[in-house]
């Protein structure tokens, strides 16, 4: 019943900007962490920011300086403001949250978005 929707995704130019978001819906009793992970071709996913409920976000190294992860908590939305884009911040971008879904079920789910295209030319 819990789904995550990316938008913002798309083609820009080095040096440009992108502001993807991540609306979580659907059966959520509360949210622990919510976070943005990228896949280039024949590479790995690899984490970019993660923010967890009370807590302070970390960036990979990579994006240290040019991303700025937020969260409106009230629309259990998650943004990524991407600021001077590189070539090699080409990726499928995915949304991630850590989550309670029920009030009475006390486990934790890993749930994700169906990815986001990010294109930066050179």
């Known amino acids: 019943q819990v789904q995550l929707v990316e938008s913002g995704g798309g083609l820009v130019q080095a040096g440009g900007s992108l502001r993807l978001s991540c609306a979580a819906s659907g059966s959520i009793f509360s949210i622990n962490a919510m976070g943005w992970y990228r896949q280039a071709p024949v590479k790995q996913r690899e984490l970019v920011a993660r923010i967890i409920s009370g807590g302070s976000p970390n960036y990979a190294d990579s994006v240290k300086g040019r991303f700025t992860i937020s969260r409106d908590n009230a629309k259990n939305t998650v943004y990524l403001q991407m600021n001077s884009l590189k070539p090699e911040d080409t990726a499928v971008y995915y949304c991630?949250?850590?989550?309670?879904?029920?009030?009475?079920?006390?486990?934790?789910?890993?749930?994700w978005g169906q990815g986001t295209q990010v294109t930066v030319s050179s």
């Open positions: 991630n949250a850590l989550m309670r879904t029920s009030r009475t079920e006390q486990n934790i789910y890993n749930y």
